[in-house]
Antibody, heavy 115, light 110 residues
Framework: EVQLVESGGGLVQPGGSLRLSCTAS????????MNWVRQAPGKGLEWVAY????????YYAGSVKGRFTISRDNAKNALYLEMNSLRAEDTAVYYC????????WGQGTLVTVSS | QSVLTQPPSVSAAPGQKVTISCSGS????????VSWYQHLPGTAPKLLIY???KRPSGIPDRFSGSKSGTSVTLGITGLQTGDEADYYC???????????FGGGTKLTVL
């Protein structure tokens, strides 16, 4: 069974940093592209970042470019999102999703940016 | 303001059919595959349709997708109360080098 489990969310002050993790199981993680997607309270889905199978190609939403970094460790079946210079508008549930068609999603981890 | 445009809400009675539209442009829907997702609050979004009209295994044939030019449509027949959810279209935008979603459509089964 394919499983994606996000962790690392929590309360952080504006300007602070946080690192999210997504642990994959039930499939060959190293064979798939991965994404981060978020949903702010009361809002729709917003794509955040994409990473290719090799890890050499990354794309970011304009709203996070220069502040967030996506990475992966295929040996650990893990995807990461390093978030810096956090703002109140980054408050959201963050999901990891498999491949560009987003065939599988995790349950999400809540990030709250507030003083 | 989302790159892809969906109606904010649709509604229909149990057993009836509903369609949800999603319009974009040549840089996204017009030249890339589109997916549809079902999202119930507090749960993981679920892929319903990929490659415009393909259903993943386990998705009933009550759900269908179609594409015409720069628009796509999700159809749901035999509506059930359990279908009440938010529905999103999504695709790659070749000009933005980004995944783009519609704003979401809330389905109410009356």
């Amino acid at each position: 069974e394919v499983q994606l489990v996000e962790s690392g969310g929590g309360l952080v002050q504006p300007g602070g940093s946080l690192r999210l993790s997504c642990t994959a199981s039930g499939f060959a993680f190293s064979d798939y592209e991965m994404n981060w997607v978020r949903q702010a309270p009361g809002k729709g889905l917003e794509w955040v970042a994409y990473m290719s199978i090799s890890g050499r190609t990354m794309y970011y939403a304009g709203s996070v470019k220069g502040r967030f970094t996506i990475s992966r460790d295929n040996a650990k079946n893990a995807l990461y999102l390093e978030m810096n210079s956090l703002r109140a508008e980054d408050t959201a549930v963050y999901y990891c999703a498999r491949e560009l068609r987003m065939s599988y999603w995790g349950q999400g981890t809540l990030v709250t940016v507030s003083s | 303001q989302s790159v892809l445009t969906q109606p904010p809400s649709v509604s229909a009675a149990p057993g009836q059919k509903v369609t949800i539209s999603c319009s974009g442009s040549s840089s996204n829907i017009g030249n890339n595959y589109v997916s549809w997702y079902q999202h119930l609050p507090g749960t993981a979004p679920k892929l319903l349709i990929y490659h415009n009209d393909k259903r993943p295994s386990g998705i009933p044939d009550r759900f269908s997708g179609s594409k015409s030019g720069t628009s796509v449509t999700l159809g749901i027949t035999g509506l059930q109360t359990g279908d009440e959810a938010d529905y999103y279209c999504g695709t790659w935008d070749s000009s933005l080098n980004a995944v783009v979603f519609g704003g979401g459509t809330k389905l109410t089964v009356l």
